[in-house]
């Protein structure tokens, strides 16, 4: 037996010695749903916004919840964050229960929500010491101020929100979720508020920072063309009520991404393709399942399509009576 024949066979014979749980070794995932929903009580009738929702996001990966306005986007992403507490389910982190909001998970908002009497440093230090309240008050600043450098806010740190555009009020925003050191981000349509071309160089410095610090990331959008750009992965949202997960669609496009040269790329006009055409099918299945009660139209036809003349014109009418 040749020595190579023989290296084979002893490998061949190690590999089947291994356990199988060695052999499919899958991290755990950072963040999980386990059959979520979610319903609100109104007057005298439950609403389920969501249903069934499952997912789960791997340490490192970005992963874009796509779907209509009003279709329970807002509300995932709070029940993700601890902000809600689900109806039925469960959300874990780690293997852990999430119970209520932690410093773990940042959470950046639609709106701003900066407080107006504080300059972006005060807003940004304000996370800073809530997340570190063991540190010296130099380095709290310090490290706020690192963060603020980040964003292209060093020169407006002394501002206050009433004196900033609307990106950098967003960028203020986005230093003060990334400066407590989260290791899950979620990301609640952060940039739709804003014009296209800040909204574009948002988009890429999101992707900057994300792709240093490399946390689990859920970016939730209703652009099709922001998700194929920043997320490894897209799971688009059925239409609501009762609102849950379609399949996923694995983004393979080649990191750094860049929104020009991906016009041209056949393989993202395939993504967008697909994930149209789902979207427009749930609309279309929507629009079938939703009843459509006819009500009966009042009678409002007049008896007369030509009012009689003293009705405009009162005794003034020359053919009138008096005149």
């Not at 690192?146 to 950098?168: C, D």
């Not at 009020?169 to 990301?187: D, E, G, H, N, Y």
């Not at 750094?256 to 393989?267: G, I, L, T």
Request: charged share 20%; net charge positive; aromatic share 6%.
């Amino acid at each position: 037996m040749s020595v190579a024949t023989e290296t084979c066979a002893l490998m061949s014979e190690t590999v089947a010695e291994l356990p199988e749980s060695r052999a499919e070794v899958m991290p755990p995932p950072a963040l999980e749903c386990q059959q979520i929903a979610k319903r609100y009580r109104s007057t005298n009738q439950h609403i389920e916004v969501l249903r069934d929702i499952n997912l789960r996001i791997a340490p490192g990966e970005m992963v874009a919840v796509l779907g209509y306005s009003g279709s329970g986007k807002t509300t995932l992403a709070k029940l993700l964050a601890g902000l809600e507490s689900p109806t039925a389910g469960k959300v874990l982190m780690d293997g852990q229960p999430v119970r209520g909001a932690d410093l773990a998970r940042g959470y950046m908002f639609q709106n701003y929500s900066l407080l107006p009497w504080m300059t972006v440093l005060d807003n940004v230090q304000l996370a800073v010491d809530q997340a570190f309240p063991q540190w010296p008050k130099s380095r709290r600043r310090e490290h706020a101020l690192q963060y603020i450098e980040m964003v292209g806010l060093g020169h407006a740190y002394k501002r206050f929100p009433s004196e900033l555009s609307g990106g950098m009020r967003q960028r203020t925003s986005l230093a003060r979720t990334l400066s407590t050191l989260p290791r899950v981000l979620i990301l609640d349509e952060p940039l739709s508020a804003l014009d296209a071309l800040t909204r574009a160089v948002l988009q890429q410095e999101i992707l900057r920072i994300w792709s240093e610090f490399r946390q689990a990331c859920v970016l939730i959008t209703n652009d099709i063309d922001e998700a194929i750009l920043m997320a490894d992965r897209i799971v688009p949202l059925t239409m609501g009520p009762a609102a849950t997960l379609g399949p996923p669609v694995l983004v393979d496009i080649p990191r750094p991404r860049n929104a020009r040269e991906m016009n041209h790329d056949s393989r993202y006009k395939d993504l967008r393709h697909q994930i149209v055409s789902y979207l427009m099918q749930q609309r279309r299945q929507s629009h079938r399942s939703q009843p459509t009660a006819k009500r009966q139209r009042p009678d409002c036809r007049p008896q007369s399509l030509h009012p009689p003349s003293y009705a405009i014109f009162g005794s003034q009418w020359p053919g009138s009576q008096g005149s």
